[in-house]
C-alpha cells in the first residue's frame, strides 16, 4: 500500500467588518512514487494547480482574476519549495509508521446528467465520488454490459474541509431507449467496487426538472 501525506498550508485571511471573509491557501499532497500536487484553493474551491511538467500554474477558472500574474509566479514559486518539504515529510512518516494501517473513507457516489435526457440528444453524463481518502480512485464506464473506452473525462481531485477528496468522471453519451449505463467505482477502503446505474426510465420528467437522475447502486 503507497504511503500519502496530505500537507495542508492556510495563507492569507482577507477580511473587514463589512465583507465576508475569504481563504486563500496552498494543499500540497507528497506521495510516495515522489509525486507532489499543489493546489491553490480559495475558501473551499480549486482555483489552481501547479504543472511542474509546464513549469507553471494552471488555472481552473475561464479567466485568470485580478493581480492574478503575480499570484501566479508567487504560488509557482511556493509549489516548487514543496518538493523538497513533501520528500523531508515522507521520510519522516516512514520512519516514524511502523505498519501503522493508514486511514481510509469509501466514497459515496451518485450519476446524473448535465441536461435534460431527450433521445438522440448529445448529453454527458457525470459520476460523482465524494468524501474518500486516500484520493486514488478509479472509474470504469459501461453502455448495455460493455466497456466504454471514448468520451471519458476524469476531472481533477477537489479537497473537503475533513480532509477526504472528491472527483468527477464525466461520459459524453446521446441517450437511446433501452440503453443502459454503468459507473463502477474502485477505491481500497471498498471490500467490493460500488456500480450505479442510468437506464432508460431517464427519460421520465425528473422530480425537480434539472436532470438528475440518481439510480441503482449496487456493490458488484
Known amino acids: 500500500m503507497s504511503l500519502t501525506a496530505l500537507l495542508l498550508i492556510t495563507g492569507a485571511v482577507c477580511a473587514s467588518s463589512t465583507t465576508p471573509s475569504h481563504v486563500f491557501r496552498f494543499i500540497y499532497g507528497c506521495y510516495e512514487s515522489d509525486d507532489v500536487r499543489v493546489d491553490l484553493v ?3 474551491d480549486t482555483i489552481g494547480y501547479a504543472d511542474f511538467n509546464k513549469q507553471e500554474m494552471v488555472w481552473c477558472l ?15 514559486k511556493f509549489a516548487k519549495n ?17 505498519g501503522t494501517p493508514l486511514h481510509q473513507e469509501p466514497p459515496d457516489i ?13 448529453n454527458t453524463l457525470y459520476c460523482s465520488a465524494n468524501h474518500f481518502y486516500p484520493p486514488t480512485i478509479n472509474f470504469t464506464w459501461t453502455k448495455n454490459g460493455v466497456e ?35 459507473c463502477r467505482v474502485n477505491h481500497e477502503a471498498l471490500e467490493r467496487p460500488l456500480v450505479i446505474i442510468w ?20 456493490q458488484s
Request: proline share 4%; hydrophobic share 30%.
Open 82 to 98: 514543496s518538493i523538497a518539504h513533501c520528500h523531508s515529510v515522507l521520510t519522516k512518516a516512514k520512519k516514524a509508521d511502523h
Open 42 to 44: 480559495f475558501d473551499d
Open 62 to 76: 475561464p479567466y485568470v482574476p485580478s493581480g492574478g500574474k503575480e499570484l501566479e509566479k508567487e504560488a509557482f
Open 110 to 122: 451518485s450519476i446524473y446528467t448535465r441536461y435534460k435526457s431527450e433521445e438522440g440528444v448529445l
Open 199 to 218: 437506464g432508460e426510465s431517464a427519460f421520465y420528467p425528473a422530480m425537480n426538472g434539472k436532470g438528475w437522475f440518481k439510480w441503482k447502486m449496487k
Open 148 to 182: 466504454v473506452t471514448e468520451g471519458l473525462l476524469n476531472l481533477r481531485f477537489s479537497h473537503n474541509k475533513d480532509g477526504t477528496f472528491r472527483r468527477i468522471s464525466t461520459l459524453s453519451f446521446t441517450p437511446q431507449r433501452g440503453d443502459v449505463y454503468s
